[in-house]
């Protein structure tokens, strides 16, 4: 997926349950496309009659049941079944055979959900499920911020640091993109940035920023740098 501010996406969902349909309702109430996959056909009943997306019943990690819901012009994949291993299965074919950037896979063992996390597979534990997050980790950066304060002023957003920032002080990316960083995720663990630290490959950045800066503050991050 095109990191940037907006956009319509097309989502693929393995799982058909409370989580999967609600997502998949929820991604097109927001004008989005949506396939969902269960192997079970009466679990479709859940999306309810106002449902126009794609049904297809079949198992997430078969590659003609990927391919029959437009998995490769998907921009994300979320595989929230009941089962851990299905789920990872169908991330990683989702994501090392479809090239898909986007994979959200529901997990329930806490540790092997961590295992995963490092291959670069998002994974959510059962205790902190909820289908809004799952949402804010597949659409386009920008669409759902993380947290907004009651005004509507301030919005709090999750983002993935692009190339072109790579080696570039947090300090200079602060002041170009009008935001600041509350906190890194960086190899798994937190961490707060100080006048010296550096932007590092696979650092998840929140930043804090008003409503208004938003789109700004997206363009930055994918053109990268102004150097002076």
Excluded at 1 to 18: A, E, F, K, L, N
Excluded at 71 to 76: N, Q, Y
Excluded at 184 to 201: A, H, K, N, W, Y
């Amino acid at each position: 997926m095109t990191w940037q501010y907006g956009g319509r996406v097309h989502v693929v969902i393995m799982g058909c349950g409370r989580v999967g349909s609600t997502l998949a309702r929820s991604l097109e109430d927001r004008n989005h496309t949506v396939a969902v996959i269960d192997s079970e056909p009466d679990a479709f009943r859940r999306l309810g009659p106002g449902f126009n997306g794609d049904k297809v019943t079949g198992y997430g990690f078969d590659q003609q049941v990927l391919e029959k819901a437009g998995i490769r012009r998907a921009d994300a994949f979320a595989a929230v079944s009941s089962g851990d291993n299905s789920n990872i299965i169908a991330a990683r074919v989702a994501r090392e055979t479809f090239g898909i950037q986007q994979v959200v896979a529901r997990i329930y063992d806490p540790g092997r959900a961590e295992v995963y996390q490092r291959l670069g597979i998002t994974t959510v534990a059962t205790v902190k499920w909820t289908a809004d997050q799952v949402l804010r980790r597949i659409l386009p950066a920008g669409a759902e911020p993380d947290f907004r304060d009651p005004s509507g002023t301030i919005r709090l957003d999750q983002v993935p640091v692009g190339d072109p920032w790579i080696g570039h002080r947090t300090v200079a990316f602060q002041e170009q993109s009008r935001s600041r960083i509350a906190w890194i995720d960086r190899l798994g663990e937190g961490m707060l940035p100080t006048r010296e630290s550096v932007i590092q490959e696979g650092d998840l950045l929140h930043l804090v920023m008003r409503e208004e800066n938003a789109a700004h503050a997206y363009q930055v991050i994918e053109r990268g740098p102004e150097e002076s």
